[in-house]
């Protein structure tokens, strides 16, 4: 197998915590880092508050974990000295506030680093990941800050098959992208790919479950997840993560035709199956351009997990691109999956200003002086009355050249269509919360897409509960804590900072509005 040395510096560090933290302060690769920060934080797109490579791309965040203190996020990084996709790496004690660390996992004898998961043990942290033209690899690392890492055999422990990549004929599984668990004594781990069952022999999501005693020794078990009626003909199953949420399992992936996706359901541990019961999505419209990417995932100690995603650029900046989203926590009641911002967004919070109710006449827009920026948080309880579309508008120009557009639709989704007694077939429209940047940039460069339409369904006696974070080029929206959208946006007006709502047709009420400027994390 051909060589693939890096050429960048890779230090032997310390084993103990005093002695890692001299070394990186005199480390070159955390110099070169800081100076970079520095000359690309004048981009006017560079966010403030979402983690950003401190140099060159990146790609799928990796192995999300917590460990000794700290919460751990990789990615794939590109070094400008050698750009194959090596793991990055930096610790956070809240997931808001982060630090850089030198890169962890070099390629060698792999041509890249791929994406992969880790699994924390008592006395280290395993990463398993798809190490491109050799097959799925496993490194581990026992340090305070994770930096020295170990290849488990120095080869591919689940290797290519004949033809040297992913998919090979001669096999009945694919090896790509995996994720890793323990039952028991023995280590668990699935391979991504897809398999010809669709209908007309299309591809469908796959994801071949193997087990080990040792991380060396792997043996192939069979296709894992079971009743899947939720994915889509030609998806895949990339980036998986598999772990337990509340009383259920969950299975977390990218699909590169429909983006990011999940699979709620029971661990079958007698036969190791994954029976699905529910499926949902994260991303509502395409993931290229300014859509969101692959997952990373890691249990938060309480029954929930931690998430975080990339977000894929929509216009060209120089000396970088993607960026993080936030983290947020999901959890899950019964079929219902729950995602929340994580409280400790809060800690960045500044010049808190509460607009009590605010009167939505019908068809008027309402601009609200008070909110100018394009780094804060808002958070709106609106009640929507009988109105069919309600709508809120963020980094918008004083002439409305350019806004962000987030709109609700009661009833105006797909309908849902039953049998009734008396009255035979009848349905009800479901509600829609969108995400719309078909307005947010007037430059010739930025690339127009979709917006994202997501179902999001009110209780009669149920009001719209939106949590809104603006950064720079990026808008999350959280709402009613059980749906997610996120795009991003390049406001080309240096005065797209306003902020307006308004009520087709019926006037609505605004109960409470809440803003906040928040602070950089660096």
């Known amino acids: 197998m051909s060589g693939y040395k890096s050429a960048v510096p890779k230090y032997k560090f310390p084993a103990d915590l005093n002695g890692q933290q001299k070394a990186l302060a005199t480390n070159s690769l955390i110099k070169r880092f800081q100076k970079s920060r520095e000359a690309l934080s ?12 401190p140099e060159s791309t990146l790609n799928d965040p990796n192995g999300l974990c917590f460990w000794r203190g700290n919460w751990h996020l990789f990615y794939q990084g590109y070094p400008p000295e050698d750009p194959r996709q090596h793991w990055g790496h930096a610790i956070s004690e809240d997931l808001v506030h982060w630090r850089d660390l030198p890169y962890a996992i070099y390629p060698d004898p792999e041509r890249c680093c791929f994406s992969g998961t880790t699994l924390v043990e008592a ?28 290849k488990v055999t120095g080869q591919p422990v689940i290797p290519v098959g004949r033809s040297g990549q992913k998919a090979d004929p001669y096999l009945p599984y694919t090896v790509f992208d995996p994720c890793i668990w323990k039952k028991g004594e023995s280590y668990y781990a699935l391979s991504a790919g897809t398999k010809p069952e669709g209908p007309a022999g299309k591809p469908v999501r796959a994801n071949y479950l193997f087990r080990s005693p040792d991380l060396e020794h792997w043996e192939y078990l069979h296709p894992f997840v079971e009743d899947d009626r939720f994915t889509h003909v030609g998806d895949d199953g990339a980036c998986p993560y598999f772990w337990p949420i509340g009383d259920r399992h969950i299975l977390l992936f990218f699909s590169h035709m429909s983006g990011g ?101 019908a068809n008027q827009d309402v601009v609200i002086p008070e909110i100018q920026g394009d780094s804060i948080e808002l958070e709106i309880e609106i009640d929507p009355n009988e109105a069919p579309m309600v709508e809120m508008k963020v ?18 989704g797909f309908h849902e269509t039953r049998w009734n007694k008396e009255a035979g077939y009848c349905g009800d429209g479901r509600s829609v919360l969108v995400l719309d940047n078909s307005h947010s940039s ?27 974070f603006v950064d720079k080029s990026i808008v999350e ?40 400027s928040m602070n950089s994390i660096w």
């Not at 980094?395 to 105006?412: D, K, M, N, Q, V």
């Open 261 to 361: 996706q999940y699979l709620l359901g029971d661990y079958d541990t007698e036969r190791d199956k994954f029976v699905v019961t529910q499926g949902g999505k994260f991303n509502h419209g395409a993931s290229l351009p300014s859509g969101l990417h692959a997952p990373s995932a890691t249990p938060d100690g309480n029954g929930g997990l931690m998430v975080i995603f990339n977000m894929n650029p929509g216009k060209p900046t120089s000396g970088w691109n993607q960026i993080m989203s936030l983290p947020f926590r999901l959890s899950v009641e019964g079929d219902a999956l729950g995602m929340e911002p994580v409280a400790e967004l809060e800690t960045i919070r500044r010049g808190y200003q509460d607009l009590g109710g605010v009167e939505l006449p």
């Open 123 to 150: 006395d280290r942290v395993i990463a398993m990941y798809h190490g491109t033209e050799a097959g799925n690899m496993v490194a581990t690392s026992a340090d305070p800050l994770l930096l020295n890492w170990s």
């Open 477 to 516: 929206v959280f709402a009613n804590g059980r749906q997610y959208l996120a795009l991003r946006v390049y406001p080309d007006r240096s005065d797209s900072l306003g902020v307006s709502l308004r009520s087709q047709g019926i006037s609505s009420y605004v109960r409470s509005l809440n803003a906040w």
């Open 442 to 468: 007037i430059a010739a460069d930025v690339m127009s897409r979709p917006p994202e339409v997501a179902e999001l369904n009110l209780r009669s006696d149920e009001t719209l509960k939106l949590s809104i």
């Open 395 to 412: 980094l918008r120009s004083p002439g409305c050249e350019e806004f962000t557009r987030i709109a609700f639709y009661r009833g105006r």
């Open 42 to 53: 004048t981009d006017r797109y560079r966010p403030n508050y979402h983690y950003v490579s």
